[in-house]
């Protein structure tokens, strides 16, 4: 294998390093359908998960493998720690895909090997060719990535990597594990890495950061410019900690500046071929499905994917577009799949146009999830004049990716104004069928609506995040609200839209509520948590 394919493979970790950022936990269904999206757009490797970490994930690995890993689909990866067990269970969950690929890591940082591994130099010399010629034992494509190589010792670097590639691995990673190196020095890094492994022609250069100094996208751009040719992302770059270098960004670096890059790829500057495989009109579509579905909003002004990252506020801006788009905009919104032209549908529309636009934007729902979503849409169709994409998205994140219903609403009624103490009843259905009803004053409607929720589903929780964002414009609007709690040490995620924001925030809380609800009760199954339903029937 040559490490210098004509195109930067594009490997996409959402499925497995996104799923690290705290409160991002995804079900097996909502993994396969992000995988599906994933397709689509076209990523060459899709890094499915680490399936010896817990059954759900090597669930999620196997089925994406069987389903997604065709002949046709993308590569399909799942990462292994540098033991047997993990290696194991790897190859057997990617048995079905027709091109697979196991990715083992060892850390080889001086702190991570002291304080963590206490391993010495030596014995990381001795396991990483044992273990990546284990994983080629069940599968042709191997990945090794030496864990925090931003802060390792170059010299070991060179020859821990010279060692996985004699044993076998296809593909070496350099992982900016913690986010702390700066363009020039991992440039650099990748440099002295291709002309120091002496077999370093035997494999792909891939790079892996984090953006902890928001530094990842530059990182990688420089990383390419010496020699990288795969590039490890997650869309939204969600991830551990401050996330991934996002995939969007990347390849629209590469895409919307391919003239730049070209030369560092051995071709003629102004070569118009592309850099990637990416089919960028999936990017708005992919970027959507992945906030909706991890509960991770986007901010409004995040690079290509963010609601103003083609809008223009000011007068001098707007003159300069309608003159001639080109004096600012560096890229057209259609690039990236983003139509303007975005109603669709209305009241009179029907099952099969319902189906098909939502199938279009990424989601494939059961009859049964079809037809409670399509109920839904024709109740908002007739409060609403226009029903826009984002409203359909809204409307089936809120029927059909709600966490099981455990409590239900059945009922919120608020009073609030200038001279009113916000006042809140609300009526829960509780997991055992008994209807409960309590009543609060809060701060405002909201805080008030909350107090009482928590009167009748008494977990001890942190509110930590709460957001409304209107879907579309207008009085008739939909608002969506997204809502993070907290409970001992884990973060549980809630979203729902209504016409009625007040509805919204009462049912993300309780969505919230169920995740956290549920887990305990999975968590613990023979013990029954200190949930106490204390108000009255
Ligand atoms: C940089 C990254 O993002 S790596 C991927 C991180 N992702 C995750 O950790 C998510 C999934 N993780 C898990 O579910 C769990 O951590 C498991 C199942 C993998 C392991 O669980 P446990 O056996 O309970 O171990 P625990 O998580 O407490 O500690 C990790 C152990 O793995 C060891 N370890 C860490 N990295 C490696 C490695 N690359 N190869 C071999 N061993 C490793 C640690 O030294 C520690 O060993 P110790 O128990 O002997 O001290
Ligand atoms: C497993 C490796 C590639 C990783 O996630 C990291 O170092 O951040």
């Known amino acids: 294998m040559s490490n210098q394919p004509d195109r930067i493979i594009i490997f996409d970790t959402t499925l497995r390093d996104g799923e690290q950022s705290p409160g991002a936990s995804l079900t097996v269904e909502e993994k396969l359908t992000i995988a599906r999206a994933l397709a689509r757009l076209g990523v060459d490797i899709i890094e499915a998960g680490f399936p010896y970490s817990s059954p759900g994930d090597f669930e999620a690995v196997q089925k994406i493998a069987t389903t997604i890993g065709t002949q046709t689909g993308p590569r399909i990866c ?5 033991t047997r067990n993990d290696i194991k269970a790897a190859a057997e969950a990617l048995k079905p895909a027709f091109k697979s690929r196991i990715h083992t890591f060892l850390a080889t940082s001086d702190i991570h090997l002291q304080h963590k591994l206490k391993k010495t130099r030596q014995e990381v010399l001795q396991i990483v060719p044992e273990m990546v010629a284990y994983a080629k034992s069940f599968v042709e494509d191997v990945e090794f990535s030496p864990e925090d190589a931003g802060r390792s010792d170059p010299e070991f670097l060179y020859q821990v990597l010279e060692k996985a590639i004699a044993a076998g691995a296809t593909t070496v990673n350099i992982p900016d594990t913690v986010g702390y190196t700066t363009p020039g020095e991992f440039g650099a890094l990748i440099k002295g890495i291709k002309d120091n492994v002496p077999n370093i022609d035997q494999a792909i250069i ?17 990383a390419v410019k010496n ?21 969007e960004e990347l390849v629209m670096a590469l895409h919307v500046r391919r ?40 901010q409004p002004n995040k690079a290509i994917v963010g609601a103003n990252a083609f809008a223009h506020e000011s007068g001098i801006h707007q003159d300069g577009v309608l003159k001639n788009k080109l004096t600012y905009e560096i890229m057209d919104a259609e690039s990236i799949g983003l139509n303007n032209n975005l109603i669709v549908l209305g009241k009179l529309s029907g099952r099969n146009a319902f189906r098909s ?43 059909i990716q709600k966490a099981p219903e455990l409590f239900r609403l059945e009922l919120v009624q608020v009073s609030c104004g200038d001279h009113a103490r916000p006042t809140a009843t609300v009526t829960l259905r509780t997991p055992d069928g008994q209807e409960l009803t309590d009543a609060a004053i809060g701060t405002g409607p909201v805080d008030a609506v909350y107090k009482a929720i928590n009167r009748v589903v008494n977990v001890p929780n942190e509110l930590i995040e709460f957001s409304v964002n209107a879907v579309t414009a207008g009085i008739d609007a939909m608002g ?40 305990i009760q999975e968590r613990a199954s023979t013990y029954l948590p200190e949930v106490v339903l204390t108000s009255q029937g």
């Open 78 to 82: 799942g990462l292994a720690r540098a």
């Open 206 to 222: 891939s790079v892996h950061g984090h953006d902890d100094l928001g530094l990842a996208v530059a990182n990688f751009l420089e």
């Open 227 to 247: 020699g990288a040719r795969q590039l490890e992302c997650t869309i939204n770059g969600i991830g551990e900690r401050a996330g991934n270098a996002a995939l």
């Open 259 to 298: 003239q730049y890059f070209n030369p560092f790829l051995g071709r003629p500057a102004e070569s118009t071929e592309p850099l990637t495989n990416i089919n960028t009109k999936e990017i708005y579509k992919t970027s959507r499905l992945v906030s909706n579905l991890t509960g991770m909003m986007v």
């Open 357 to 399: 636009r939502l199938k279009e934007l990424g989601f494939e729902l059961s009859d049964t999830d079809l037809n409670n979503a399509f109920l839904r849409f024709k109740d908002v169709a007739d409060k609403k004049k226009d029903i826009t994409d984002w409203d359909l998205e809204a409307i089936v994140n809120d029927e």
């Open 480 to 519: 969506e609200v997204t809502i993070r709690l907290r409970h001992e040490d884990r973060i549980y995620w809630g979203y729902a839209a209504n016409t009625d924001i007040i509805v919204a925030s009462a049912c993300a809380y309780i969505s919230a509520l169920n995740r956290l609800y549920g887990s």
